[in-house]
């Protein structure tokens, strides 16, 4: 069987754009009604796409007035999709440095009760230190040890999630032995961030583990995702970067002794869609022109951790930017929008312009022809399992992705027809882990 | 217009009686099927009633050989019965000592909105070592403790839900402004427990504030019902001390400064329904032989903190029994069972039957005339606003309440015949909260 794509629909509220609830067709309320992402859910399904995906920080993020700011909760969010469909995969981040393994462990095993084994957790460590201040800390944890709670977070998460082996009920109603009691156990975890006893107070999920999802390319993110990732969310501007990126986490999974194509690698895309390439670039200049560059350079100096008077949006990026090392957050991203600037020699104004459709994932604008061949390129270059995709506006981007482009993709034999399996993990082609209690009890 | 009773309906797996999984008629595995608890929460809704009700805890409560172990995560449980439903308010329990009150004040207002506002949280401490050990703790913190941290987590996420005003977002597109930025504020919480900033991550929900309900009967509890519960559900045998319990609530509120009708007390009732008195008591008798008394002796003997063979079965309760005052934690709930068995002299045999059905509710098996002639009485004697409706089976219980008991009610201009309003705190007769945040600006 040729290779075939994974798609994911990354979406947020009316449009990854950050003018997109601007535009006359978008509502600029819908972020918070759940009948618009149920009806974006279901465009995506009859689309045939793997998941939809909702990012996510326990705060509010950037300033009110620019666009449309705070989220519904994602495993509300997930539960009310799983709802009203049947068969996509329902993916959402979660904080390892602001939740309880105990609390998350059972809400996202819950979620894929709900839904069938349709549940993914992208699994995030939160930087900011605006996050942290609603968590009762002054500052964000340092990078490292927020990465080594995240990594006892999972540990201790699928523990909780093996604790009931598949088979542990056994609903005797002649015995009056509902459950075995000695196939639900405790898991005694002891180690430097957490102390849990379990066993979860939910028996084993559809998949066993929901899906575990990645997305940060930092070095510390990269070997997270080595060793724990099933599928990756990534930023890559350029096909070159794509390619060491996808070569390197593969490499780096091989090395860990795991099955590389068990890690799916999506590279983020902002696809604008339109009849002819100029109607296309005429919608992304349409979009740009309805930015406020006041908000979007206050961000950016946030980032660069310098004052918004230091960057004179109609000039190049100041030589003084700090290094990645003094980052305490986002820190592929940062290297990636510095990198971007000075490779296009961009000014400020144009560098806003450039991120305002996706934060620094690719932007594209063409015809759906065209962006079907750049997707093919991609997957057989070597740079993509697949796409994470990220439409501007919503919910008439992914209609046009879905009704445009995935006919294409399809026709090409790159994409299914319909699908094949129940679950998230079925749609990726990735195992059911095997439970680590029922291997330690044979 | 006469007062009308509250009915809440307090569900739990296949119903509150431990032995109704072994029923021929119950499915055993339905404790973590959704269409279980959507076909559950329609016919509630068929029948008119306020509101659904899920307790929980962070940790597997008691064996699961004995019965079905392990739920859903009630917000996901509520997100899913949102969807499927219009009108019913939906509750459920969420511990103040093992959660974040940032994430948990999202988490409600979250369900508030997909629901269009009739969520509501059942405000608990959380008794037991068992749970405590979950997040990283050797035992229970203190009952005082426990409470003293509510009533601050409380404070945190009430100020939360009112960092937006009700007209924050303003959208204007022209503009290019969505929130009025000033109408979005931290809260900057600093206590002794909880330090938070806010302001919360998505605008004010439908309600407002999800209601506020509240469920311990001891000194501290009662205090804080009084202080901060729209909604009382309590465990009462007799019509005296309802009497006894509602009175002291309502004065408690009055002195307080709150009005006294916005605080609902629902006592809890086990309603056996049949079409004589004879059959109700059968299927009764038929519940309480499935009982296997070990496992409950076992929990009794933990509740009293004493050995299990220091009750031997066909003999009274030990007169060596620890005081309210040495108890950590479901104090009244350990009371209110002593003063049955020594009220009835009842055995410890005797007792477990008792308690199979509601673990200390009022269990009454009966015609459906004779079940609404007991809440018609209590209603009407000061003793309760309306009752939580507890089957001892599902869905069997709760059909017959519905289809048999609530026609009755209504007949006798009761209880409503339709849903006059289209919130939980409509039906409960509860005005929506003020911002603060508004008041303090104006």
Known sequence: ??????????????????????????????????????????????????????????????????????????????????????????????????????????????VDHVSGGRA????????????ARNFGLDDVPAHRDRYERAAEFVEVTTKLWDSWTDDAVIADKDAGVHADAAKVRPINHRGRWFRVDGPLNVPRSPQGWPLLVQAGSSEDGRQFAARYAEAVFTAQQTLAEAQAFYADLKQRAAALGRDPDHIKILPGIVPVIAATEAEAQELDAELERLISPEYARRQLAERFQLD??????????????PTEDEIEGAKSRFTLIVDLARRENLTVRQLIGR??????????????????DTIEDWFHSGAADGFNIMPAVLPSGLTAFVDQVVPILQ????????????????????????????????
Chains 1, 2 share one sequence.
């Open 1 to 110: 069987m040729p290779r075939k794509l994974h798609l994911n629909a990354f979406l947020m509220s009316v449009g990854h754009h950050e003018a997109s609830w601007r535009l006359p067709e978008s509502d600029p309320y819908a972020s918070w009604d759940v009948k618009h992402f149920q009806n974006l859910a279901r465009i995506a399904e009859r689309g045939k796409l793997d998941s939809v995906f909702f990012a996510d920080s326990p705060v509010l993020q950037g300033d009110p007035g620019r666009r449309p700011a705070g989220k519904l909760e994602p495993t509300v969010l997930l539960t009310a999709l799983a709802a009203v469909t049947e068969h996509i995969g329902l993916i959402a981040t979660a904080s390892t440095s602001y939740n309880e393994p105990y609390n998350l462990a059972r809400r996202f095993a819950s």
């Open 120 to 131: 993914g957790w992208n699994i995030v460590t939160t930087a900011g230190a605006d996050a």
């Open 308 to 321: 918004p008077a230091d960057l004179p949006l109609d000039e190049p990026l100041p030589d003084n930017l």
């Open 355 to 372: 991120l305002g459709g996706g934060r620094g994932h690719r932007t594209f604008a063409g015809t759906p022809e065209q962006v079907a």
């Open 411 to 442: 026709d090409r034999e790159l994409f299914r027809t319909d699908y094949e399996g129940t679950t998230l993990r079925d749609h990726y082609g990735l195992p059911r882990p095997v439970n680590s209690l029922e291997l330690t009890t044979v």
